[in-house]
């Protein structure tokens, strides 16, 4: 038989429940000053405790939402403040521009991955003004929009490698990361 499907001896097993039991009475005797007190408070008492402890779980549960569950839907929501604190922002790549610049899907905390996917992604015209464009500083990429001369060699070639690389991936942003050449 394998040692971890065996069952412990019965000695054990009682050593077990009488240590288990002698900790549920020495807790039970501890929290007994606290149900005594509890009970003796006057009902006005007991129902401001209640009103307080519940704003304060309000207030923290609105402050918890506007930092980590809130989407930026896009750069208009951007505030000096996200900057200030380098905040790092999660989402979904949604189209690569010309290799240095790609439109993310920003998905805030729970439900945009498995295993708790309850919400989705929009796609096609859906993410009409519902994408950050973000351009990322420092990389020297082909740039196929512009035909003016000189061009880069295999500039062509780069969208469609980026695209098959970069589009529908997870990527994680720092909002506040400095612009190196300053």
Do not use: C
């Not at 009902?43 to 609105?62: E, P, Q, R, W, Y």
């Not at 750069?75 to 900057?83: K, R, Y």
């Not at 512009?146 to 720092?174: D, E, L, M, Y």
């Amino acid at each position: 038989m394998l040692p971890f499907t065996s069952t412990p001896p019965s000695s054990e097993r009682s050593r077990w429940k009488q240590f288990l039991h002698s900790r549920y009475e020495t807790t039970q005797k501890e929290l007994q000053p606290l149900k005594s007190s509890w009970s003796s408070l006057p009902d006005n008492a007991k129902l401001g405790i209640a009103i307080v402890g519940s704003s304060l779980l309000t207030v923290a549960g609105v402050w918890v939402y506007k930092r980590h569950m809130k989407r930026i839907p896009n750069s208009q929501f951007v505030t000096a403040e996200d900057f200030n604190r380098r905040r790092w922002i999660t989402g979904i790549v949604t189209s690569v521009g010309d290799a240095d610049n790609f439109r993310l899907f920003h998905t805030p905390s729970i439900g945009w991955r498995w295993p708790l996917k309850f919400r989705s992604i929009p796609s096609g015209k859906d993410l009409k003004d519902q994408t950050l464009h973000i351009r990322m500083a420092g990389v020297d990429a082909p740039e196929t929009r512009n035909h003016t001369p000189p061009k880069h060699s295999n500039g062509s070639r780069v969208p469609s490698r980026a695209n098959a690389s970069g589009a529908n991936s997870f990527s994680g942003i720092n909002m506040g990361a400095l612009w190196p050449y300053q």
